[in-house]
C-alpha cells in the first residue's frame, strides 16, 4: 500500500490578503527585486519577500509564484515552490477576472 503525499491547495490571494494562517497561496506580480535567492514581488495591493531555495534567474519581470505562507518580523513572506513565467498575461484582464467571485 502506497503512501500518498498531498498539498494543501495554493490559494490565488493578492498580497494586502495574505494572512499568518494561510498555508499555501498564488500571487501574480511584478518583480521589483531580485537577488540570490530571493525576490520582491509587487501586484499593486502590497509587496511580499519571496524565498527559493536556488539562486533565481529571471528574464520574466511579470509572474505567478506559488508557495508557503511563513510568519516574519511585520507580517509575512513566501517560501517559493513554484515560479512561472507571466509575461504574455494581459494584467488588467486577469485583475477584472479575478475580482468576479
Keep these: 500500500m502506497s503512501q500518498e503525499f498531498k498539498r494543501f ?3 490565488e490571494k493578492s498580497i494586502a490578503d ?3 494562517r494561510d498555508v499555501r497561496v498564488r500571487v501574480t506580480g ?3 527585486d531580485n537577488q540570490g535567492n530571493t525576490c520582491v514581488l509587487d ?3 502590497g509587496r511580499i519577500s519571496v524565498t ?5 534567474e529571471l528574464k520574466a519581470k511579470l509572474v505567478r509564484v506559488i508557495g508557503r505562507v511563513m510568519p516574519f518580523e511585520n ?3 513566501l517560501r517559493g515552490e513554484i515560479i512561472q513565467n507571466m509575461e504574455g498575461l494581459d494584467l488588467y484582464v486577469f485583475k477584472k477576472l479575478s ?3
Design 43 to 45: 501586484d499593486g495591493t
Design 52 to 56: 527559493f531555495d536556488t539562486p533565481l
Design 9 to 11: 491547495p495554493a490559494v
Design 99 to 101: 475580482s468576479i467571485k
Design 75 to 77: 507580517g509575512v513572506e
Design 18 to 20: 495574505i494572512e499568518e
Design 30 to 32: 511584478t518583480v521589483i
